[in-house]
């Protein structure tokens, strides 16, 4: 198996870690053992201040999981089985004395949106950045903190609207709704998340990491259990939807490839639903 994330190491207080899944960035279980053996390094560096996540796929930054294989266990280190430790490694990653910041470029739906809702800033690109919580058109419900995150973030109403509405939001309406940081022209992307890192980067550690700490402390933070329960929520759901007709549908129309169906995957399940 191919590496899905690659560390580059920018200094040795900031890395950028790349995600690469062809060919569409989709969230496997071997992405989520490569993301338990990321935060082992992660911990372990005690020079670490801030990771960046971005994509090496301009038309997808994470996208949601690879349905066929989620309930597979991979054989190698930092294997999890992902219903039962997602929400053990978002709260590490809550507290974690290193600052995650998302750069999202295309499209992050499902898994995807919910692991950049987890990171500590998300800055994304104006004219490609697409957010979508997809599960309710494909008959499902959002099971990684996506609910808890945009009910924190957003408030009741704003959250209703992008779950059950399950459409794609653009960086604007991401800014503007609060669940990312910034809505940057995509030319300028690439530097103003480079600078931002650098700077934060030279701070000392001691008071870097208690102000995150205090930051935490102050704020309304989804809960453990929270999680828990929504995933456990969605792997019934799933366990008993796994031969729906809606699901081999999809893959018919191009569900897991580079397809029209996946990079308009908000519209196309409307249509299927019509």
Avoid at 15 to 43: G, H, Q, S, T
Avoid at 46 to 70: C, G, I, K, T, Y
Avoid at 167 to 192: Q, V
Wanted: hydrophobic letters at 40%; charged letters at 30%.
């Amino acid at each position: 198996m191919e590496n899905r994330l690659k560390i580059v190491e920018e200094t040795k207080n900031y890395w950028r870690v790349i995600i690469d899944n062809p060919p569409i960035n989709n969230f496997d279980p071997y992405m989520f053992a490569e993301l338990n053996v990321l935060m082992n390094k992660m911990e372990k560096n005690p020079d670490l201040r801030v990771v960046v996540f971005e994509s090496a796929n301009e038309d997808f930054f994470m996208n949601h999981h690879d349905v066929e294989h989620r309930q597979i266990i991979p054989t190698q280190e930092g294997a999890a089985p992902f219903f039962y430790e997602w929400a053990n490694w978002v709260e590490h990653l809550i507290n974690l004395h290193v600052l995650s910041i998302a750069k999202v470029r295309g499209r992050a739906r499902a898994q995807g949106f919910e692991f950049a809702l987890a990171c500590d800033i998300i800055f994304a690109s104006k004219e490609k950045a697409k957010f979508a919580l997809i599960e309710v058109g494909g008959g499902s419900i959002p099971g990684g903190g996506g609910i808890e995150w945009l009910c924190s973030l957003c408030g009741r109403a704003r959250a209703l609207e992008i779950v059950l509405s399950a459409d794609d939001y653009d960086a604007d309406t991401g800014e503007l709704y609060g669940f990312i940081n910034r809505s940057i022209p995509d030319e300028k992307l690439d530097e103003f998340v480079d600078k931002f890192a650098r700077r934060l980067s030279k701070f000392p550690k001691q008071v870097f990491d208690l102000g995150k700490e205090m930051v935490n402390s102050r704020s309304k933070l989804p809960s453990k259990s929270d999680f828990y329960m929504s995933n456990f929520i969605l792997n019934s759901v799933d366990s008993a939807n796994d031969d729906i007709e809606g699901y081999k549908l999809m893959k018919e129309k191009g569900l897991g490839s580079h397809s029209d169906f996946e990079l308009n995957l908000a519209e196309r399940i409307a249509e299927l639903n019509g």
